[in-house]
């Protein structure tokens, strides 16, 4: 058993009718007919949306994705139409919303990874491949692959794993013209980032993006490398052969599975509540991501 603690009801918002809730945003749709993204505080570990906010973290992913958007603008159009508020939203919904197209979305989380580590690492210790993709011998956790790769899953249900799959079963699935544009186009954009991020004293390990179609058009949609979809770690502690700090959630999963936190990781019991030191801890690592990678004081 896993997924939400407790999920929240969604807010009722004039104007709006309420779609969705995942792990971190409420999905909504105006009167228009556009789509309206609300990035909430929450934060999953384990499959498991955890029942304590982390302040700031939807207000930090969603400017932090404005600006990735803005930097790749030139390589491939995004779903986002405005960051003005809807009429009658709540006031604490500024900075964190975005008033986007509605796609026609490709059913495939878009992977690309630079760095051997997460799932990758245990499937190429088995088999010396990354989803079907054959690598060299002597790679170990952290290592630099020889050249990035496309590394495509599934979209799992919350509370359920993305599964990795071949390029051939998302070629079978969505056609191989939207395969080869998936596969080109998230090589690109990875390729641009992490050069933006590695100018920036960080190394963009990995990170995953969602597409759709407006029309014939292929649009880079939701979050977009935030340290919710992507590995980040900080270039100057960089060292293949163990696990990397990173900027994201890794102070919660450390204390989530240490005795401090008498949760059963294997049980089918909920996660309990965050001691106050990693909130703070976690936010400060969301916060410096933004820093780092903007050059820009967060307010």
């Known amino acids: 058993m896993s997924g939400f603690v407790e999920k929240p009801e969604p807010l009722e918002v004039p104007g709006l009718v309420h779609?969705?809730?995942?792990?971190?945003r409420d999905l909504?749709?105006?009167?228009?007919?556009?789509?309206?993204?609300v990035a909430g505080d929450r934060i999953s570990a384990y499959d498991w949306v955890l029942p304590t906010e982390i302040p700031d973290k939807g207000r930090v992913l969603t400017q932090l994705s404005l600006w990735w958007f803005d930097k790749l603008a030139d390589l491939v159009p995004n779903h986002v139409i405005s960051t003005d508020l809807p009429p009658d939203a709540p006031g604490d919904w500024a900075g964190r919303t975005l008033v986007c197209k509605a796609l026609d979305m490709v059913p495939v989380e878009a992977v690309a990874r630079g760095y051997l580590t997460g799932s990758g690492l245990a499937e190429y210790q088995e088999s010396r491949t990354v989803c079907g993709l054959a690598l060299p011998e002597g790679l170990v956790d952290g290592s630099e692959l020889p050249a990035p790769i496309f590394?495509?899953?599934t979209k799992a249900a919350v509370g359920e794993h993305d599964e990795n799959v071949s390029y051939e079963e998302?070629?079978?699935?969505?056609?191989?013209?939207?395969?080869?544009l998936l596969r080109r186009t998230t090589l690109d954009v990875y390729g641009?980032?992490?050069d933006i991020a590695r100018?920036?004293?960080?190394?963009?390990?990995?990170?995953k993006f969602e597409f759709g179609y407006d029309g014939d058009r292929l649009i880079l949609a939701d979050e977009v490398l935030t340290p919710d979809s992507s590995r980040f770690w900080p270039a100057e502690t960089w060292e293949p052969g163990h696990a990397?700090?990173?900027?994201?959630?890794?102070?919660v999963r450390d204390w989530l599975t240490s005795p401090a936190s008498g949760w059963d990781r294997a049980s089918?019991?909920?996660?309990?509540?965050?001691?106050?030191e990693i909130v703070d801890a976690t936010r400060a690592k969301y916060v410096e991501a933004y820093e780092r990678l903007t050059g820009l004081s967060w307010t």
């Open 28 to 37: 909504y749709r105006n009167e228009a007919g556009d789509l309206v993204m």
């Open 268 to 276: 089918e019991q909920p996660p309990p509540p965050l001691p106050q």
């Open 199 to 207: 100018e920036r004293g960080i190394v963009l390990a990995d990170t």
């Open 19 to 24: 779609l969705h809730t995942g792990k971190v």
């Open 151 to 153: 590394t495509p899953a």
């Open 192 to 194: 641009r980032a992490r």
């Open 170 to 180: 998302v070629a079978r699935q969505v056609g191989a013209e939207t395969a080869a």
């Open 244 to 251: 990397q700090p990173s900027y994201d959630k890794q102070f």
